[in-house]
């Protein structure tokens, strides 16, 4: 017995070299064997010129971080567990006490919860700026400010913010910065543009970050985010945070995004399409007051998205009539069939979810009816819009 159990641990085999499929290998672990002691000492994985530990790469997860390398337009890339762990890595890497931080009013929820939370209690202050206004963040740029966070469009209003000129203004902060004074950093969540609405690092950010839960994953089953550099020595920090961190992705997980990655193009195209059509439509509907996407005339940051951009997310935003109140908006919300309650998007699921606004922002909110985000999936344009007429019937009846 015990003779079996060490021959099938320590089995002679090895499958024939050179097997290749569409599909990358899904590799796992935690053990990583070396040939003997002398690489077990030097072998390297900052450079992954091999491996060394289940948290330091796999090929599997090489080839993600080199694919979404590639997606992003930079050179480097490191994986998180989620898009939220991307966020709190970046500000973990570059912040230290003393230091201060930058985030657009209008910013993804949990990324300004960190802040005031964990960052808060380490001595690093946060202040909120309107993205829409370059002149806020000079402003607001002071001695102390490290990290300036940027987000294309807001969180749930989906203003289109002008990224090259609020780059322009952190640059000419740099430029004026007292010599040997650390240089602030700009990093963008690059969520909804996911390397397709736009080129990040044409907008002259220096870092890069994506919730791949959403577009390269596309299955609403799977949670991880990245971080996209240029710069080797930015890359450097990000890396070595997220080593002492211990963070890591599994091979199953890392397989996923993998899979939706030759999609993704074409899903963004279909879902950008069925979203315009549906975001326009709701324009004309009875009992709507505004609905919010860069692509609607009219909508925040219009203009700029129609210079910046070739495409938009699957997302868009309707204020109610100010008759309409919270508890009617929920009715609305409950009344839906194929759009489901659920927070994440880019699935093939068609979601909505109504807000708060006025609760998640220090800018006054100027609508008086509630607001609804919708996420639209991959079913038939024509089927979410008799959804959405059948609810709307029941709200004005
Ligand atoms: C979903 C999302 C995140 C976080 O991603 P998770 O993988 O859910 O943690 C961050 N930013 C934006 C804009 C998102 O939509």
């Known amino acids: 017995m015990s003779e079996l159990s060490t021959n ?3 089995h002679p085999y090895r499958a024939p070299a050179g097997f290749d499929a569409v599909a990358p290998g899904v590799h796992k672990a935690s053990t990583v064997i070396f040939p003997n002691v002398h690489a077990l000492r030097t ?32 050179l480097h890339c490191v994986l998180a567990p989620s898009g939220l762990s991307a966020v709190s890595l970046v500000d973990m890497a570059f912040l230290r006490q003393g230091e201060e931080l930058l ?31 370059p002149q806020d963040l000079a402003d607001k740029i002071g001695p102390s400010t490290r990290l300036v966070w940027l987000e294309a469009p807001g969180s749930i209003t989906l203003e289109y913010p002008d990224l090259p000129a609020l780059v322009a203004v952190v640059r000419q902060a740099n430029g004026q910065r007292a010599e040997g004074a650390r240089a602030v950093i700009t990093a963008l969540d690059n969520t909804w543009g996911a390397g397709i609405a736009f080129d990040a690092f ?41 080593m002492r961190l211990g963070l890591g992705v599994s091979g199953n997980d890392t397989e996923l995004v993998l899979r939706g990655l030759p999609s993704m193009a074409l899903r963004y195209q279909a879902q950008d399409a069925s979203t315009r059509a549906l975001a326009t439509w709701m324009q004309s509907q009875k009992g709507v007051s505004q609905v919010l996407h860069p692509a609607l005339k009219g909508s925040p940051g219009h203009d ?14 309707v204020v109610f009539d100010e008759r309409f109140d919270a508890t009617r908006v929920d009715a609305f919300c409950d009344s839906l069939r194929l759009f489901k309650l659920g927070w994440s998007w880019a ?41 959405l007429t059948q609810a709307l019937d029941r709200l004005n009846a």
């Open 8 to 10: 099938l641990i320590h």
């Open 347 to 387: 699935g093939p699921i068609s979601l909505c979810a109504p807000y708060d606004v006025s609760s998640m922002r220090k800018a006054p909110w100027p609508h008086k009816g509630g607001l609804v985000r919708f996420a639209v999936g991959l079913e038939a344009v024509a089927d979410l819009q008799g959804d």
């Open 304 to 317: 700029t998205w129609l210079r910046d951009a070739k495409a938009a997310a699957c997302l868009f935003s």
């Open 103 to 133: 985030i657009p009013d209008n910013a993804y929820g949990p990324n300004k919860s960190f802040a005031s939370g964990e960052l808060s209690a380490w001595g690093i202050t946060h202040r909120f700026y309107d993205a829409q206004n």
């Open 202 to 242: 044409e907008t002259g950010v220096d870092v890069s970050m994506q919730a791949l839960t959403k577009y390269p994953s596309g299955g609403a089953d799977v949670l991880m985010g990245s971080v996209v550099t240029r710069d080797e020595h930015l890359h450097r920090q990000v890396l070595m945070t997220h």
């Open 43 to 74: 072998q390297e994985w900052v450079d992954k010129s091999g491996y060394t530990y289940g948290l330091h790469g796999t090929p599997t997860t090489f080839v993600l971080e080199e694919r979404i390398a590639t997606l992003e337009g930079g």
